[in-house]
Nanobody
Framework: QVQLRESGGDLVQPGGSLRLSCAAS????????MGWYRQAPGKQRELVAT???????NYTDSIKGRFTLSGDSDKNTVYLQMNSLKPEDTAVYLC???????????WGQGTQVTVSS
């Protein structure tokens, strides 16, 4: 089992910034993939960004140039720095974790990001 602890969601004005954090604990093996998805009301869950082995990063096109994903392997923690936020970024942001070579995927409870004036 892997536990995920998220933090950082908030209400922010358009053009503002937020940083989300997600810390993993439990049965963690090297080479894992960790990152963020988001789900807006009435929409499907979509990838935001993931990082594998704390090196290879995958971003969805809509956030490229505005969001930056980084990781701290010592803390098994990932950070999503979100700049130039837009109202369409409003969603519940869910932390994601998967150990390499294992089928199980783990999700955080989600943290609400609201971009509104």
């Amino acid at each position: 089992q892997v536990q995920l602890r998220e933090s950082g969601g908030d209400l922010v004005q358009p053009g503002g910034s937020l940083r989300l954090s997600c810390a993993a604990s439990g049965n963690i093996f090297s080479g894992y993939t960790m990152g963020w998805y988001r789900q807006a009301p009435g929409k499907q869950r979509e990838l935001v960004a993931t990082i594998t082995s704390m090196v290879a990063i995958n971003y969805t096109d809509s956030i490229k140039g505005r969001f930056t994903l980084s990781g701290d392997s010592d803390k098994n923690t990932v950070y999503l720095q979100m700049n130039s936020l837009k109202p369409e970024d409003t969603a519940v942001y869910l932390c994601y974790f998967k150990n390499r070579g294992f089928v199980s995927e783990y999700w955080g409870q989600g943290t609400q990001v609201t971009v509104s004036s």
